[in-house]
């Protein structure tokens, strides 16, 4: 049975997650259309953050987040009828109008804070705890569900990794859209999709056609890190009481 109904995902991340491979499985669905990170300019004007490429983000991206709410709430191009919105959570800053939010599918994407912290201090240095997202992705949900009624879906990164088709399908399930065996590979690559940051952050997602397993990490926190990890932990481990398996 075709998907005809629009429906909006807004998954919401963090960042050193599979996020942008999880934007993968979507962008390759022939329903679908996405997009990534769109507050991502907008943050980094209101910030300041010296993030790689910085100044070509806010040069080519939209720095008003009224107009990204309106792009993210607006028609979608003719024949897709599902648009899947790669969003870090801690992009939506407190100044942003929350009500949008009740106009999409809001779900969140967690992964362990410990392996998240030991990848983002390899690319960036030492984080913040604002930097990681855990914060932001339990303010979301506990909004989300505040308003809603309905403790919105969450997955985590190891059991999408360990089982995506079963991940994905009940994803798909919990979101009200069939699953697509199309979702579970790609090709390699970059996309016209991808934001101008792709060459600072993508050369991983690049190169798969998949998922890859899931493989253990073995790097402690560093010990300037362990507090930081300690509240990152307390979020995580609320989200992950709801995660779909």
């Not at 004007?45 to 939209?62: F, L, M, N, Q």
Request: hydrophobic share 35%.
């Amino acid at each position: 049975m075709p998907q005809t109904k629009i429906v909006r995902i807004a998954m919401w991340s963090g960042p050193r997650n599979i996020s942008t491979a999880m934007m993968r499985t979507w962008g390759n669905r022939s329903d679908s259309v996405v997009i990534d990170e769109p507050f991502y300019a907008y943050y980094l004007k209101a910030t300041g953050k010296k993030h790689p490429g910085a100044d070509e983000v806010i040069a080519t991206g939209e720095t008003d987040w009224r107009k990204v709410v309106a792009r993210l709430t607006g028609p979608l191009p003719s024949g897709k009828s599902i648009f899947f919105q790669k969003q870090m959570a801690h992009h939506l800053l407190p100044e942003v109008d929350r009500e949008w939010l009740i106009g999409v599918t809001n779900c969140f994407l967690i992964r362990d804070p410990r392996e998240v912290i030991a990848s983002y201090i390899k690319k960036q240095e030492d984080p913040m705890l604002d930097d990681l997202g855990f914060v932001q992705q339990t303010e979301i949900f506990q909004w989300v569900r505040g308003r809603t009624g309905t403790a919105p879906p969450v997955i985590d990164a190891r059991d999408v990794l360990e089982n995506p088709k079963r991940i994905l399908e009940l994803l798909c399930d919990a979101v009200g859209i069939e699953f697509s065996e199309s979702m579970l590979s790609w090709p390699s690559g970059l996309r016209d999709t991808d934001g101008v940051w792709a060459k600072h952050w993508y050369s991983e997602v690049a190169r798969s056609t998949s998922f890859l397993p899931y493989r253990p990490k073995r790097e402690a926190v560093p010990q300037r890190s362990r507090e930081i990890y300690e509240r990152c932990r307390e979020c995580y481990d609320r989200l992950y009481e709801h995660r779909l398996r």
